[in-house]
């Protein structure tokens, strides 16, 4: 396929030089249905970036967006605070009976801000109120969101200078396999926490992604999951889990925490949980966390119900069966073989990843950017990670048939040898 870049120049006069995406993909793109996405010129792109973990049940899924319809067109409400309606009524049920009664989890659901950093915030204010102190333990590669306790907590240093402030009150730790397995797990944290010299405030809360997405698709062993949680427990510390990208079935269960066997005392959820691409986050926290005065947290767009309707009907069409799960792990396997071939193939590629989170990180890191402008130009869209970019992102929607993940996985092996 060839493209012709567009004449941006509305873009160009009018947006910020802070835009991103579409410098990599210089494309006016017009509509979009499933995994695919067109662009204004008709050409065609498969979708492998789910707009960024967003869009895990596709473009403009039809359940979803019949639902979403109806409700508009029947004048619901759109905005609605935290008041109490009736899409939120409906939303609340699904998800206590589809997701947290039959994993029995006891959270408490809050609405922060609809976005995945404003979550994070939530949580952090809440687990600093609960055990009256302010230190944050956070993980290597770790990304929170852009706010600043998020940044705080974020481990990328391109994206820590843009606070143009000190970020005060977190304290990186090692991820897993951090050292590549030469240090025992939770070495240096334990003993500075004991060490009454070490000069590390005792924390309220420790914060984890299971599988680091921004940081380059590192994935946490679900011993070292474990071992953390016991190690919270043992410490009086909260241990937060956030699941904004690899919740909502990213990794293959709802939770992405759950193959671990662990109850986080505080969760994040955003990015999928609407189901449709729309803005909408939860603070999921235990009972007894729940300290909070009325308004102590709020925000003005928390209750958007467009949202809790195009969630329930995800959580009650894709959620109440057990089926997504399976169907997730199954399409992991494809992409897995799929991956390992091309490393077999391509000296200085190695990949890792679960469910339908995959990454290839290339020895030479510029590469990953070279394969990503090629898979483009072929039209597949993938995106970089990696705190130098040297990793190429792989999240394509959940809902994908086989013969289009193949395809794209054909496409990406082409651009991985066509940049070797």
């Given at each position: 396929m060839t493209i012709t870049p567009p004449a941006l120049s509305v873009f160009e006069a009018l947006e910020s030089e802070v835009r991103s995406y579409c410098r990599g993909w210089p494309a006016v793109f017009d509509r979009a249905q499933g995994s695919h996405m067109y662009d204004e010129d008709g050409h065609t792109y498969l979708d492998f970036f789910a707009g960024a973990g967003s869009l895990n049940y596709g473009h403009n899924n039809p359940v979803l967006k019949r639902a979403l319809i109806d409700y508009i067109e029947r004048d619901g409400v759109t905005h609605g605070l935290d008041m109490s309606t009736t899409a939120k009524r409906a939303f609340l049920e699904s998800f206590q009976n589809n997701i947290l009664r039959p994993r029995d989890l006891p959270y408490k659901v809050m609405f922060p801000g609809p976005t995945g950093t404003n979550a994070v915030e939530a949580a952090l204010k809440l687990a600093r109120k609960v055990k009256g102190r302010e230190s944050i333990?956070?993980?290597t590669n770790a990304f929170h969101g852009m706010s600043l306790g998020s940044l705080a907590v974020t481990g990328n240093a391109f994206k820590r200078a843009g606070a143009g402030i000190p970020l005060v009150h977190g304290t990186p730790m090692p991820f897993d396999n951090y050292f590549d397995g030469t240090v025992p797990d939770f070495l240096w944290f334990e003993r500075l926490l004991e060490d009454q010299g070490s000069g590390l405030n005792?924390?309220?809360?420790?914060?984890?992604?299971?599988?680091?997405?921004?940081g380059g698709i590192n994935v946490a062993r679900p011993e070292w999951l474990r071992a953390l949680a016991e190690l919270c427990e043992r410490q009086d510390m909260l241990l937060i889990v956030d699941d904004i990208q690899m919740g909502c079935g990213r990794t293959g269960a709802f939770f992405s925490f759950e193959e671990a066997g662990i109850t986080p005392d505080i969760v994040t959820v955003s990015k999928s949980i609407s189901g449709y691409g729309m803005p909408m986050s939860l603070t999921l926290f235990k009972p007894e966390l729940d300290i909070w005065e009325p308004g102590e947290h709020n925000g003005t767009f928390r209750g958007n119900n467009p949202a809790f309707v195009t969630a329930a009907a995800t959580l009650d069409t894709y959620w109440a069966d057990g089926q997504m799960e399976k169907q997730t792990l199954a399409r992991g396997e494809q992409v897995e073989q799929a991956l390992r071939a091309i490393c077999e193939e391509q000296p200085g590629v190695h990949f890792r990843g679960?469910?339908?989170?995959?990454?290839?990180?290339f020895e030479d890191k510029p590469r990953a950017s070279a394969v990503c402008k090629r898979a483009f130009e072929l039209g597949l869209l993938v995106e970089t990670s990696g705190p130098e970019g040297e990793v190429v992102k792989l999240l394509p929607a959940l809902t994908i048939s086989p013969e289009d993940l193949d395809e794209g996985l054909?496409?990406?092996?082409?651009a991985v040898r066509e940049t070797a």
């Open positions: 333990v956070s993980f005792q924390p309220a809360a420790v914060i984890v992604e299971t599988v680091q997405g921004e679960r469910g339908l989170v995959w990454g290839m990180e054909r496409t990406l092996a082409r």
